[in-house]
């Protein structure tokens, strides 16, 4: 059965400092991976995806196959990255996800 | 820009109701899906629809329904509300195999 683990609930780091949310998948096939937000009083939004291999607002991901980690990664954390992060395993050609508990980041002026 | 609406963005009705929300799409989208979101849960798949008529459960459908009679909309119905149905409903829509989009959200609760 396809599984998303975010292992941290809650996560506070300082304006500038690096910032690293996990994500640890299950899924015996091929996968695809996401990472969405939602920002305060917004409507979740796709943040990246892993085939995309690209960066947005200063947030990468890597696929690791071997560890089953999608971790997101920022160097220098801002204020207005304050939000509730999911990361999202999609099957049957991505058309259903599946998701974390997800995890609320606090960026501390 | 993909627009995914949600009739209300609170509801309120009482233990027994059969609820009705419903979800508009304005790109065309073939697939549809309903969520609900609880804190602690994450997003947690109720049903979903890959094109007209056509409806599949998610992971959690017990308890709800589904009606998708034109392609941009697609309903959950709740057929007797608990207040275990209490929470944030979310929306989605996509193309084939692309990102999902979603609506605001309807915040139900059940009295």
């Known amino acids: 059965a396809q599984r998303v683990t975010q292992p941290e609930k809650l996560l506070s780091v300082f304006k500038g400092a690096p910032v690293e949310l996990k994500c640890n998948y299950s899924?015996?096939?091929?996968?695809?991976l996401f990472w969405y937000v939602q920002y305060s009083r917004q409507r979740l939004q796709l943040l990246l995806r892993?085939?995309s291999r690209e960066s947005i607002k200063g947030f990468t991901a890597d696929l690791n196959k071997g560890e089953t980690s999608f971790h997101l990664k920022k160097p220098f954390a801002q204020e207005e990255d304050s939000a509730m992060y999911y990361c999202?395993?999609?099957?049957?050609?991505?058309?259903?996800?599946?998701f974390g508990q997800g995890t609320r980041l606090t960026i501390n002026p | 820009d993909v627009k995914v609406t949600q009739s209300s963005r609170y509801l309120v009705k009482r233990t027994g109701e059969k609820v009705f929300l419903e979800c508009v799409q304005d790109?065309?989208?073939?697939?549809m899906f309903w969520y609900r979101q609880d804190p602690g849960l994450g997003l947690r798949l109720i049903y979903f629809?890959?094109?007209?008529?056509?409806?599949e459960k998610g992971d959690i459908p017990e308890g709800y329904s589904v009606s998708r009679e034109k392609k941009e909309r697609f309903s959950l119905i709740l057929e007797s509300a608990s207040t275990n149905q209490t929470s944030m409903y979310l929306c989605?829509?996509?193309?084939?195999?692309?990102?999902?989009?979603f609506g605001d959200g309807t915040r139900l609760s059940i009295l």
């Open positions: 892993h085939i």
């Open positions: 999202a395993l999609g099957d049957q050609g991505a058309q259903k996800l599946v």
């Open positions: 899924y015996s096939g091929s996968p695809e």
């Open positions: 629809s890959y094109d007209v008529k056509m409806k």
């Open positions: 989605a829509s996509s193309l084939w195999r692309q990102p999902q989009h």
């Open positions: 790109m065309d989208h073939e697939n």
